[in-house]
């Protein structure tokens, strides 16, 4: 099944390619939820969402890992800005989800949940409460892939619970009940 939601692909954003190509394999056990801890630059705007993408991925590209290699792309699967457009992060995340797989990212400490599709959104939710629009599409995205990677929406997590990390805020982190509570809503009987 494929995505329903809107999501720009790496091709779309003008993202470099990958240093080698991201894998695909089962997927994880859960959805996992970031926020980029920083200030919204994108301006809501589509545009504005394609030079955070660009600027995210030429970052996490220059991130090395435990045992001392560069990542090879953006860590997460989906960037979802505060204008409420999604992003592809990692090569290959379409490709992976539409076939009901995961392409093994780099979003956590934890080599298994990184095969499980991490989110993205921007801002920070230590304390801020996320836009509307924001919030909106990222119920949207979760309850597509619980659909597409046949997962029960209370599998959704945050990064906190794989690392050692404030990530994805406080404010977000105590939402996820409800974020969990609004995709059940949405999910097709």
Known sequence: MALTVKVYTTADWGAVAPRST???SPHGSYIIIHHTAGTPSSGGSVAGGKNLARAIQ???MKRVTKNGTKWIDSGHNFLNTIGGHVFEGRHRTIEAINQGKCVNSAHSDQAAANK???IENEGNYTTKVMPKVQWDSLVDLCVDLCVNLQLDPGVIRGHRDFA???CPGNWLYSQLPQLIT???SKMPT
């Open 58 to 60: 030429k970052d996490h």
């Open 182 to 184: 609004d995709v059940r």
């Open 116 to 118: 499980c599709p991490g």
């Open 164 to 166: 050692a990390t404030q």
């Open 22 to 24: 991201p894998k695909l």
